[in-house]
């Protein structure tokens, strides 16, 4: 089994090699920047999946978060939960994954929280990258509306463009990256 220091190594070399797109974009903010880390490279990568399962539960043990379930806005984290709860479960350890829809469902249960039910739990919102804190911020709406105990904000990359500052004062609990712009050369 390869050691923590080693997973987050490696998982920094395969996000500067595989996600990290240089030249003109526009970010989902309308913001321009001159890069794009596109992090689906990453969650979704045979290799690298299971290294952000490591990393991040390591970042949030680190940082002394308890919690049972995590999650987010689905699409940039759903492939983060689940490469977390993957990773907890080799460990021996419960912690169930949730998706939060952009809007409640207007059939069926009418849930915008699908999986295992948050209510009453301590739940990580999860996110692979945030460039304005938008998204997080919706899955943790949505998931105290679930009645989830929102304990921290968790990204892959921090892009360090005033995402922890808004997460943590309009949400009010501690915003955790694994990796800020820095080390990626950015």
């Given at each position: 089994?390869?050691?923590?220091?080693?997973?987050?190594?490696?998982?920094?070399?395969?996000?500067?090699?595989?996600?990290?797109?240089?030249?003109?974009?526009?970010?989902?903010?309308?913001?321009?920047?001159?890069?794009?880390?596109?992090l689906?490279?990453?969650?979704?990568?045979?290799?690298?999946?299971?290294?952000?399962?490591?990393?991040?539960?390591?970042?949030?043990?680190g940082?002394?978060?308890?919690?049972?379930?995590?999650g987010?806005?689905?699409?940039?984290?759903?492939?983060?939960?689940?490469?977390?709860?993957?990773?907890?479960?080799?460990?021996?350890?419960?912690?169930d994954?949730?998706?939060?829809?952009?809007?409640?469902?207007?059939?069926?249960?009418?849930?915008?929280?699908?999986?295992?039910?948050?209510?009453?739990?301590?739940?990580?919102?999860?996110?692979?990258?945030?460039?304005t804190?938008?998204?997080?911020?919706?899955?943790?709406?949505?998931?105290r509306?679930?009645?989830g105990?929102?304990?921290?904000?968790?990204?892959?990359?921090?892009?360090?463009?005033?995402s922890?500052?808004?997460?943590?004062?309009?949400?009010?609990?501690p915003?955790l990256?694994?990796?800020?712009?820095?080390?990626?050369?950015?």
């Open positions: 089994m390869t050691s923590n220091n080693d997973a987050r190594t490696r998982l920094l070399e395969l996000i500067q090699e595989l996600a990290v797109v240089r030249g003109k974009v526009t970010l989902s903010s309308g913001k321009e920047a001159d890069y794009y880390v596109d689906r490279r990453i969650t979704l990568h045979h290799e690298a999946a299971p290294l952000v399962g490591s990393v991040m539960l390591e970042l949030l043990d940082a002394g978060i308890e919690f049972t379930n995590a987010g806005l689905t699409m940039g984290a759903d492939p983060v939960g689940t490469a977390l709860m993957h990773s907890a479960g080799q460990a021996g350890r419960t912690i994954a949730f998706v939060v829809r952009k809007a409640q469902k207007s059939y069926g249960m009418g849930r915008q929280v699908e999986g295992p039910d948050v209510a009453g739990r301590n739940v990580v919102v999860l996110e692979d990258t945030s460039t804190g938008g998204s997080a911020l919706a899955a943790v709406e949505g998931v509306n679930a009645g105990n929102v304990v921290a904000v968790a990204v892959i990359v921090d892009r360090d463009t005033g922890k500052e808004r997460i943590e004062a309009e949400a009010g609990v915003y990256f694994a990796f800020g712009k820095d080390e990626l050369g950015l």
